[in-house]
């Protein structure tokens, strides 16, 4: 299964802005469902953002759009997470999640065994949000 290597958090100033990447290192034969979630002090993981590699199709936790921006870039297999507008409640370990799948475009039973469903967690990025 793939691995996925999130980096880009830092601290910052209510207001201010921050690009989270996330890496795929896996079989770029095969589509993902690729989604930022995130982990605040004393609260539990929620969703951010997802993108499919294949279609593009990009979803948003209400909490987050006119905010986030999430993107797909193919030739560099990553997944960014732009964020502005920062506030305090951002505060929180972001966690980049890769779900495998077999691409649309391929529906025999080689692609089915080679793209077999599997999810991949990374090791998390902090971003701290200060008032």
């Known amino acids: 299964m793939a691995q996925v290597v999130e980096s880009g958090g830092e601290s910052v100033q209510a207001g201010g802005s921050l690009r989270l990447s996330c890496v795929l290192h896996?079989?770029?034969?095969?589509?993902?469902?690729m989604t930022w979630h995130r982990q605040g002090p004393e609260k539990q993981r929620e969703f951010v953002s997802g993108i499919d590699t294949d279609d593009n199709t990009i979803t948003y936790t209400d909490f987050v759009k006119g905010r986030f921006s999430i993107s797909w870039n193919k030739i560099r297999d990553t997944m960014y997470l732009e964020m502005t507008d920062l506030r305090p409640e951002d505060t929180a370990m972001y966690y980049c999640?890769?779900?495998?799948?077999?691409?649309?475009?391929?529906?025999?039973?080689?692609?089915?065994?080679?793209?077999?469903?599997?999810?991949?967690w990374g090791q998390g990025t902090l971003v701290t949000v200060s008032s």
């Open positions: 896996g079989d770029t034969f095969c589509s993902y469902n």
């Open positions: 999640k890769a779900v495998r799948r077999p691409p649309s475009r391929c529906t025999s039973d080689y692609c089915a065994r080679r793209c077999g469903s599997a999810e991949a």
